[in-house]
Nanobody, 124 residues
Framework: QVQLVESGGGLVQAGGSLRLSCAAS????????MGWFRQAPGKEREFVST????????YYADSVKGRFTISRDNAKNTVYLQMNNLKPEETAVYYC?????????????????WGQGTQVTVSS
């Protein structure tokens, strides 16, 4: 399994931006499909975005389309999530996830490796 470490979370005002990073260990990062999920207090973990092995294919939850951008740099073993125009309801712990398989359900069960999460707080 790959080890994942997220960073970049913090406190931002509504309408602001943050860029999350997820650094992966190992030399096989390019063989992993990567995803971002988030979990607010008392709620289930929900899908945010995913990106294919080469970065040529991306997918977003409807709620973040047009505002969030996922990208990856395989040379740096890192995946990013640029978040713009953030909303207070998007306050959550954001998790990076990885798996060698193509996700079919866009659910947490699609991914076998997880980071520890990074807190994003959006104030109104």
């Amino acid at each position: 399994q790959v080890q994942l470490v997220e960073s970049g979370g913090g406190l931002v005002q509504a309408g602001g931006s943050l860029r999350l990073s997820c650094a992966a260990s190992g030399r096989t990062f390019s063989s992993y499909y990567m995803g971002w999920f988030r979990q607010a207090p008392g709620k289930e973990r929900e899908f945010v975005s995913t990106i294919s092995w080469s970065g040529s294919s991306t997918y977003y939850a409807d709620s973040v389309k047009g505002r969030f951008t996922i990208s990856r740099d395989n040379a740096k073993n890192t995946v990013y999530l640029q978040m713009n125009n953030l909303k207070p309801e998007e306050t959550a712990v954001y998790y990076c996830a990885a798996d060698r398989r193509v996700p079919v359900a866009l659910a947490p069960s699609d991914f076998g490796s997880w980071g520890q999460g990074t807190q994003v707080t959006v104030s109104s």
